[in-house]
């Protein structure tokens, strides 16, 4: 089935710094979402995208869908101890009303 | 607090024995999605219900079964337990049965001894 292909798979971090990730696909998407989990916790919806070229923000988190339809992109400004988790991507196809689900981006902050 | 509750927060049970876990879906939410996650590993779908069928299914076992009741909370049975199965399960809602934005659960921490 439709996979999608989120990167990087983890991220080592200091406090301050910017932080990027993104999920692409093989095929047209209709709405992209993004969560974050923390260890043990359910994930919790951070930023929804319906739109190509859609650039919405969050606080510090700013997410767009690509022109393309078949990526995402998530950034995170200037980086605190509490944004470690596990990001994970989300995608809705046009033919298919199935979410489908990345692997997760794993943020680790440097000691 | 996403307005997703899961009962009960933690399960301990040997193999072979069957246990229930509950949900109960935002107010106003008639879809609701059940997902497996295994240890350092991401979600798995493993079947949904909207309006108290039915909708779609993933990677959902055989040994697994699930319904969602007339007040629309849903019910995840597990059955034959095996050590594989220990996972934390999610449930999440949405107000259409087309996915869109979905609302998880805290979890149900499930450890198969």
């Known amino acids: 089935g439709q996979q999608l292909n989120q990167s990087p798979q983890s991220m080592f971090i200091q406090e301050g710094e910017d932080v990027s990730m993104n999920c692409t696909s093989s095929s047209i998407f209709n709405t992209w979402l993004w969560y974050k989990q923390d260890p043990g916790e359910g994930p919790v919806l951070l930023i929804a995208l319906y739109k190509a070229g859609e650039l919405t923000s969050n606080g510090r988190l700013t997410a767009q869908f690509g022109i393309t339809r078949k990526d995402s992109f998530l950034n995170i400004s200037a980086s605190i101890p509490s944004d470690v988790g596990i990001y994970f991507c989300?995608?809705?196809?046009?033919?298919?009303?199935?979410?489908?689900w990345g692997a997760g981006t794993k943020l680790i902050i440097k000691p | 607090d996403s307005g997703v509750t899961q009962t009960p927060k933690h399960l301990i049970t040997a193999t072979g024995q069957r246990v229930t876990l509950r949900c109960s879906p935002r107010s106003g939410d008639l879809s609701v999605y059940w997902y497996q996650q295994s240890l350092d590993q991401g979600l798995q779908f493993l079947i949904q219900?909207?309006?108290?069928?039915?909708?779609a299914k993933g990677n959902i076992l055989e040994r697994f079964s699930a319904q969602q009741f007339p007040d629309l909370h849903s019910e995840l049975n597990l059955s034959s337990l095996e050590l594989g199965d220990s996972a934390l399960y999610f449930c999440?809602?949405?107000?259409?049965?087309?996915?869109?934005?979905?609302?998880f659960g805290p979890g149900t921490r499930l450890t198969v001894t």
């Open positions: 999440a809602s949405s107000v259409t049965g087309g996915n869109y934005e979905q609302y």
């Open positions: 989300a995608g809705q196809e046009d033919s298919n009303y199935q979410l489908i």
């Open positions: 219900y909207y309006n108290g069928e039915e909708r």
